[in-house]
């Protein structure tokens, strides 16, 4: 229960007499909230506080750092949460109307690299919209591993042929030459932007990487579906959401619709409609799952974005308290409270 909550500083709860599960272990709890991130660490160090939650806490490479530094003192574990990065494709620009092309893309980027290299492994390949979390998951999606032999044959089935310079030419003449873009700042997208324009660029793509200011570009380019190309962005998914505002045909944002709706791609399969449709009246839970289940393999067969991973939140805490269970979902780290004690 709470017993003291001061805005901006500290909520304090303490052990509930009429709670009915398990008795906690502690008699009280002190959540404070601490903004910036090089006091938080310095707090935690001098034991001001015990543990940081990973929600609002350290960003993924801080915990890094931390972590081989005090990984002797204090547990880090790196859970998968609700924070889907992905690609949009603007699926209006010829270059990307066909499947077998935007298949190619997937297949031409090696993404368990990617997170190797920039986030040590600790953020997981997407290959869905769908957290792996959520009971809906299906894990027979289909999948994009690396496969550049692969990719040259997707490239060549759509009329794409190497040009002089190594630029993939479809029958038209037409380079197939992209515009990458995502928000102006973030050091994080901007190398991962680098990376990519790399892997596409042995596959015969030519990017061109162009970053606006987040209030540009979620406000007009993105909202007005102004980019030309791709833009790299990600939604926070939530358990069990059906994706209309995303994926169906209907919210597609036009000047005559005051620009509302989220499917800023421009996809329309009548297939997918349905299956949105379906899922939202559906009560039956097998039939959901169902219904869920050839969602994703009709979105990870269209591909009108490119899934790259989920972010990781980085929650901390020291090596003589176990018990901590972080959800990785909507729940807080707490909703197992009482399952938390002093180790021994």
Known sequence: RI???????????????TW????????????????????????????????IDGGLGMSLDQALAFERRNGDRFTVRYQPGLVYEHIELMLDNPLLADRR???????????????????????????TNVHPLDWVYDPEVPRYPYDPERAAELFAEAGFRPGPDGILVDREGRRMSLELMTTAGNRTRELVEQVLQGMWR??????????????????????????????????????ENPPRSTLHSEEIPTAENGWSGQNYTGYRNPEMD???????????????????????????????????????????????????????????????????????
């Open 20 to 51: 009915y599960g398990a008795e906690p272990w502690f008699d009280r709890i002190v959540v404070r909230a601490i903004e910036n991130t090089a006091a938080l660490e310095a707090n935690l160090l001098s034991g001001e506080i015990d543990m």
């Open 101 to 127: 092309v935007r298949q190619a893309l997937l297949y031409a980027i090696d993404r368990q690299t990617l997170v190797d290299q920039l986030f040590a492994g600790r953020q997981p390949v997407a290959d």
């Open 3 to 17: 017993t003291e909550l001061v805005s901006g500083s500290h909520i304090v709860l303490e052990r509930n007499p």
């Open 274 to 344: 349905a299956l949105i449709d379906a899922i939202e009246v559906e009560l039956d839970r097998e039939k959901r799952r169902r219904l869920w289940s050839e969602l994703q393999r009709l979105y990870a067969t269209d591909l009108p974005v490119l899934p790259l991973y989920f972010r990781a939140n980085p929650h901390i805490w020291p090596k003589w308290l176990e018990g901590v269970t972080p959800t990785g979902h909507q729940a807080p780290t707490t909703l197992w409270i009482e399952n938390w004690r002093r180790r021994g």
């Open 202 to 239: 042995r596959a015969g793509v030519e990017i061109t990487i162009r970053n606006e200011p987040a209030r540009v570009f979620f406000g007009e380019t993105v909202a007005k579906r102004r980019f030309t190309g791709m833009a790299m962005f990600a939604w926070i998914s939530s358990p």
